[in-house]
């Protein structure tokens, strides 16, 4: 696998007359990540899509798509990206076979022996001869993913590839990215509002907010919480007991009775403490956990509740 990222982004920014949309990203994405593009609506993060597959105009900075830059070497770069921006487009009334023959026809160097690959790859043998106007969305969203991935690029771009799917689809969908990063070494770049499903999808994810890059980490870092005090959650009886003894102890924070426990936050260094007066005082206790944040959680925390879209 080779060291040079897939995808570069340097200083890029994008300005609509005195309004700047993008200001000053800066990441890289290597090869066989699936990364997450987060923000709440009017980020920037569709914008950001659209210039990286040179469909607007960038005011400043630099993208660069295996090592080719995508404003001065627009051929070399972009032959190494598949897209989907929005929704697949396709002809309905052809077969979803005929709709990748349209395309391959396009595209030089695409065999027959690709075409059914592909189609085998996302699982749509069984129906790859019927007419689209007959496909389920999923089934259109995975044919745009065979369409989008028939070149052999390095570089898929999905934005907001979930639209519309149920949750079985939605998993398929996931299954699906999962696999291509094994099997073919794809880099994917997807952006979507479903903060849940981008926490089993993504192995890094970027938050922007106000067209400005927020931060940059794993998804495990992200659900972290960056406090010293954590949440935790002690099973102990008698309840009540426990309750009124933690409530007098220091740094214990916001004691609660929920239904697995007691709910607390506190230092981690604390814990062994906690554990020894409430044993002197003759509570049981049964166990203790601490309660790891959702990716959602820290997105609203650090965005300070702003709506994803």
Excluded: W
């Excluded at 000053?24 to 987060?38: A, K, M, R, S, W």
């Excluded at 952006?191 to 499903?197: A, C, D, G, N, R």
């Excluded at 954590?230 to 008698?238: G, L």
């Amino acid at each position: 696998m080779s060291n040079e990222p897939v995808l570069s982004l340097r200083q890029l920014t994008k300005r609509i007359g005195r309004t700047t949309i993008i200001d000053n990203l800066t990441f890289d994405v290597p090869q066989g990540e699936i990364f997450g593009f987060l923000g709440p609506n009017g980020a920037g993060k569709t914008t950001t899509i659209r210039m990286m597959v040179g469909l607007m105009s960038i005011t400043e900075g630099e993208i660069f798509i295996k090592g080719k830059n995508i404003k001065s070497e627009f051929e070399q770069a972009i032959r190494h990206v598949g897209a989907i921006v929005e929704n697949p487009e396709m002809y309905k009334y052809l077969s979803g076979y005929h709709n990748l023959v349209h395309y391959a026809r396009m595209v030089p160097g695409v065999t027959k022996e690709r075409i059914d690959e592909v189609v085998s790859l996302v699982k749509l043998d069984n129906r790859i001869r019927d007419k689209v106007k007959k496909y389920s969305l999923g089934m259109r969203q995975r044919l745009g993913v065979a369409q989008a991935l028939l070149h052999r690029p390095s570089l898929l771009i999905l934005d907001e590839p979930t639209n519309g799917l149920d949750p079985a689809g939605i998993r398929e969908l996931r299954d699906y990215l999962r696999l291509l990063t094994r099997t073919e070494g794809i880099t994917v770049i997807v952006s979507s509002h479903l903060l849940s499903e981008m926490e089993l999808m993504c192995d890094r994810v970027a938050i922007l907010q106000q067209g400005k890059l927020v931060d940059v980490k794993p998804i495990q870092e992200f659900v972290q919480s960056a406090d010293l005090a954590q949440t935790y959650v002690i099973e102990a009886k008698p309840v009540e007991r426990a309750l009124d003894a933690m409530k007098e102890m220091e740094d214990v924070m916001e004691v609660k009775a929920v239904p697995e426990g007691l709910e607390f936050m506190t230092e981690k260094e604390r814990i062994p403490d906690i554990l020894s007066e409430l044993m002197r005082l003759d509570v049981r206790v049964y166990g203790v956990q601490a309660q790891r944040q959702s990716l959602e959680d820290r997105f609203l925390e650090i965005t300070g509740g702003g709506r994803i879209g």
